[in-house]
Nanobody, 125 residues
């Protein structure tokens, strides 16, 4: 298991950008090389949905259609950190964003068994 801590959320105007970070800690957090990483989000009153995921060696698993071309995931295993660069933000992007880790390369929530507590992103127009 690995402990994950998201940061970088906040209030941003539509069309703006935010960069979310996910830091790993604990024994398993010394390296992320064995983990596929993903970002999910949950808007008020809605189910948590997949945003984007990346393999342990940097390959793209997939992007949700709603964020493709606007969001970019990256990772730095040496620093035990994953990032989500969010550009051209829309009010529909408003949600709590969660960082997740797992050993299966998948876009399904069930494939991730370590989760952060989430960081709030609010986009206003």
């Amino acid at each position: 298991q690995v402990q994950l801590d998201e940061s970088g959320g906040g209030l941003v105007q539509a069309g703006g950008s935010l960069r979310l970070s996910c830091a790993a800690s604990g024994r398993s957090g010394r390296t992320l090389r064995r983990y596929n990483m993903g970002w999910f989000r949950q808007a008020p009153g809605k189910e948590r949905e997949f945003v984007v995921a990346i393999t342990w060696n940097g390959g793209t698993i997939g992007y949700a259609d709603s964020v493709k071309g606007r969001f970019t995931i990256s990772r730095d295993n040496a620093k035990n950190t994953v990032h989500l660069q969010m550009n051209s933000l829309k009010p529909e992007d408003t949600a709590v964003y969660y960082c997740a880790a797992g050993q299966i390369a998948t876009m399904k929530e069930a494939g991730f068994d370590s989760w952060g507590q989430g960081t709030q992103v609010t986009v206003f127009s």
